[in-house]
């Protein structure tokens, strides 16, 4: 099993430019999570899909911020316009609903730098 | 709504020596209960989970850890730890028929020699 497959590993980028986040849950799980984890803010769940279908999105900070999951094997985490403030490490989690009560499996994460 | 609090936000220990790592929750339902470890640079790894049964979990890497409904409390313990325990321990909850897991703020746990 590969795990949680999160790219790029690390990104920097301009104040004002688009960045795409990309994760491939582990192969079989039905729910995928998106995090972002700061010194002042610790781990925030940003928003959780359920067979591809976002059920929880309120932790997304604002309009700037989509995400979407077109099949089972890949979601997107876009931000756009980025913002200094947007500076973080993304985390994807995935999980099965129907095994292991629904224990999260993290990705290695992408280290996102807005300048 | 459920919360967790990690008492301790830094826990300096020599090798070898025993370490306890403190976690409380609050929820009004039941819930089920983790220990992630985060190594830098890393994602969050599963080191245990409580999910039913006998209340004392055992992990990885030598960890257990301990339910206390009345207390509300699943600290993580290991009896002698190694340099290579030197990571951030993070408790989280989750309500057990949802899907949304509730972070503490972590532990750095720092294992000198």
């Known amino acids: 099993d590969a795990g949680v497959i999160q790219s790029p590993r690390h990104e920097v980028t301009e104040m004002g430019q688009e960045v795409t986040l990309r994760c491939k849950p582990i192969?079989?799980?039905?729910?995928l999570f998106w995090y972002r984890q700061t010194m002042m803010r610790g781990l925030e769940l940003l928003i959780y899909?359920?067979?591809?279908?976002?059920?929880?999105d309120s932790g997304m900070p604002e309009d700037r911020f989509s995400a979407k999951m077109p099949n089972a094997s890949f979601s997107t985490l876009k931000i756009q316009p980025s913002e200094p403030r947007d500076s973080a490490v993304y985390f994807c989690?995935?999980?099965?609903?129907?095994?292991?009560?629904?224990?999260?499996?993290f990705g290695a994460g992408t280290r996102l730098s807005v300048l | 709504a459920q919360s967790v609090t990690q008492l301790d936000s830094q826990v300096p220990v020599f090798e070898e020596a025993p370490v306890e790592l403190r976690c409380n929750y609050s929820?009004?339902?039941?819930?089920?209960l983790f220990w992630y470890v985060q190594y830098p640079n890393q994602g969050l790894q599963l080191l245990l989970k409580?999910?039913?049964?006998?209340?004392l979990v055992k992990g990885i890497n030598g960890f257990e850890a301990e339910f206390n409904k009345s207390q509300t409390s699943f600290h993580l313990r290991k009896p002698s730890v190694h340099i290579s325990d030197t990571a951030e321990y993070f408790c989280a909850v989750r309500e057990t028929s949802g899907s949304r897991l509730t972070f503490g703020e972590g532990t750095q746990l720092t294992v000198n020699p």
């Open positions: 409580y999910l039913s049964g006998s209340t």
């Open positions: 192969s079989g799980h039905n729910s």
């Open positions: 989690a995935s999980s099965s609903i129907h095994r292991g009560a629904n224990v999260q499996y």
């Open positions: 929820s009004s339902v039941s819930v089920y």
């Open positions: 899909f359920n067979n591809n279908v976002p059920i929880d």
